[in-house]
């Protein structure tokens, strides 16, 4: 009988953590959907819109994944203008340089620099 007792406590040590993965792995997610929007993979289709961007990026000195979505305007820029874009590149190399330093203040200048040129 005491057997029984230590047997039913070791299943229950394996089954019980098995169950509870198994439902955490069901795919279903229970938190809410992100209210934030992904920057990195949105296009910015029009100099306002990148003109607004770089100045955010200007306020605040953290252009982080925003990168991508300047990095994809500017692309699109390329078509009306190529020398424009060829300029906001270079800059946008440096700005890039600038935020991995972590330097705020130099992300603050490039960005208000690059805004200005549109």
């Given at each position: 009988m005491g057997h029984l007792k230590q047997l039913r406590g070791v299943?229950?040590?394996?089954?019980?953590?098995?169950?509870?993965?198994?439902?955490?792995?069901?795919?279903?997610s229970t938190s809410p959907p992100s209210e934030y929007e992904d920057t990195a993979e949105q296009v910015l289709s029009s100099k306002a819109e990148l003109k607004e961007r770089l100045e955010f990026v200007a306020e605040s000195g953290f252009a982080g994944s925003?990168?991508?979505?300047?990095?994809?305007?500017?692309?699109?820029?390329r078509s009306?203008?190529?020398?424009?874009?060829?300029?906001?590149?270079?800059?946008?190399?440096?700005?890039?340089?600038?935020?991995?330093?972590?330097?705020?203040a130099k992300v603050k200048q490039i960005a208000k620099q690059m805004a200005a040129k549109l």
């Open positions: 299943v229950l040590l394996f089954v019980a953590p098995c169950v509870l993965l198994w439902a955490g792995c069901t795919g279903q925003g990168l991508a979505g300047i990095q994809n305007g500017i692309e699109q820029l009306t203008d190529a020398a424009l874009a060829d300029s906001l590149s270079t800059s946008l190399q440096q700005l890039e340089a600038a935020d991995a330093a972590g330097n705020g």
